[in-house]
C-alpha cells in the first residue's frame, strides 16, 4: 500500500505519469467518470481549508466515489482526546483512501504508520504540501509545456509556506532548474530546505528582499501569504504581512511569458487589479488541482482507465 506523505515519496517518473493521466482526464472526463464507483474517500481536516478539502472531494466526486469526513478537529473526536493513530484505525473501517490535514508536523505519517488504507498528507503545520506541488507542477508544464530549464522565483512566506517547501523539493529534481527565493531576513527558508535540498542537489539559488530587480529574470513567480497562523507574535505578523504586494505597476517589471502562480488563499499579497492581467494563472491552477488529485487517488487505489 502506497502513501503520499513527502512530494519524494514520487518518483520523477510517477509524477510525470500523473500529470500525463490528469492531462487526459481535462480532456475525456467522461472516461473516468465510473471509476472509483463503490469506493469512499475520507477527508480528516484538523486545520481550516477550502481548496485542498472541496478539490479532494470534488475529484472523488468526479470519479464516482462518495466522500465522508469532518473539516475541523472540534466535530471529531480528537476533541474528546482521541489519537491520530486510533482515528486511523476508525477510519480505516469505513473508507478506502484518505486526506489528512493537521497542524502538527509529521501527524499524517504517524497516521500512515496505523493506517489500513493509503494515507494522503494534505498538509502538516508549517511541513509539507504535497498534493499542492502536483498541482502547481501541473500548472507549471500546462503553461510552460515543461518542468525543466526554468527560473522559479518564490516569494512571502518562505519560512512557514509548506507549499513552497514541498515545491523546492519536488522541482529540484528537473534538470536546469534555478530559484530566486524573495522573502525578508526573518522568513526566509529553513535551513534543511537550504542545505538538505538546494546545496545538497548544487541547484542554483539566491536570496534577497527586493522584488522588483528579479522580476525580469522569472518564468513562474510563486507567490505566497504570510501564515498568520504560524506566527507566535501577532506584531510580528502585522509588521511583515503586507511586505509584498504584486500589483499592476510591478507587474510591468515582469516578462510577457512570466506566469503568476499562488497556491491561495490570498490575503493582500497580489492586488485583485492583477486578476484579469492574462499572466494571473492562479485560478487556473486551482482547477488543475482537482484533474491531479483525480489521477493520484487513481493511482493510490491501483485502478486505471483501460
Ligand atoms: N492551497 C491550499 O492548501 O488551500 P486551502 O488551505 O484552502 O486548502
Redesign the pocket.
Known amino acids: 500500500m502506497k502513501h503520499l506523505i513527502d512530494p519524494l515519496d514520487l518518483s520523477v517518473g510517477e509524477i510525470d505519469e500523473l500529470i500525463a493521466v490528469a492531462q487526459d482526464i481535462e480532456q475525456n472526463p467522461e472516461k473516468y467518470a465510473h471509476l472509483c464507483e463503490g469506493k469512499k474517500l475520507a477527508t480528516l481536516f484538523y486545520e ?6 472541496l478539490s479532494f472531494e470534488a475529484a472523488m466526486m468526479n470519479l464516482g466515489g462518495k466522500v465522508l469526513g469532518f473539516a475541523s478537529a472540534d466535530t471529531s473526536s480528537a476533541a474528546k482526546g482521541e489519537s491520530i493513530a486510533d482515528t486511523i484505525r476508525v477510519v480505516s473501517c469505513f473508507a478506502d483512501i484518505c486526506a489528512m ?1 493537521h497542524p502538527k508536523e509529521g501527524a499524517p505519517q504517524v497516521a500512515a504508520q496505523f493506517s489500513g488504507i493509503p494515507v494522503i498528507n ?2 502538516d503545520g508549517g511541513h509539507q ?1 504535497p498534493t ?1 506541488t502536483l498541482t502547481d507542477l501541473l500548472t507549471i508544464r500546462m503553461l510552460k509545456g515543461r518542468l525543466d530549464h526554468l527560473t522559479v522565483g518564490l516569494c512571502g512566506d518562505l519560512k512557514f509556506g509548506r ?1 513552497v517547501h514541498s515545491q523546492i523539493k519536488a522541482l529540484s529534481r528537473y534538470q536546469g532548474m534555478r530559484f530566486v527565493l524573495i522573502s525578508p531576513e526573518e522568513l526566509r527558508i529553513p535551513s534543511y530546505i537550504r542545505e538538505e535540498v538546494l546545496h545538497a542537489r548544487g541547484i542554483p539559488f539566491q536570496e534577497v528582499e527586493r522584488m522588483e530587480p528579479v522580476l525580469p529574470k522569472l518564468d513562474i513567480l510563486y507567490m505566497t501569504r504570510v501564515q498568520r497562523e504560524r506566527f507566535f507574535n501577532e506584531e510580528d505578523y502585522i509588521r511583515l504581512k503586507d511586505t509584498y504586494i504584486l500589483d499592476k505597476h510591478k507587474m510591468q517589471y515582469a516578462r510577457p511569458d512570466t506566469y503568476i502562480l499562488h ?3 490570498r490575503v493582500n499579497e497580489i492586488s485583485t487589479e492583477v486578476d484579469s492581467d492574462p499572466r494571473a494563472a492562479y485560478f487556473r491552477q486551482v482547477q488543475y488541482g482537482v484533474y491531479i488529485r483525480m489521477a493520484l487517488i487513481l493511482k493510490l487505489l491501483n485502478i486505471h482507465a483501460e
Open positions: 481550516p481549508s477550502t481548496r485542498t478539502r490535514r494534505a498538509g504540501h499542492q507549499t497556491p491561495l488563499p
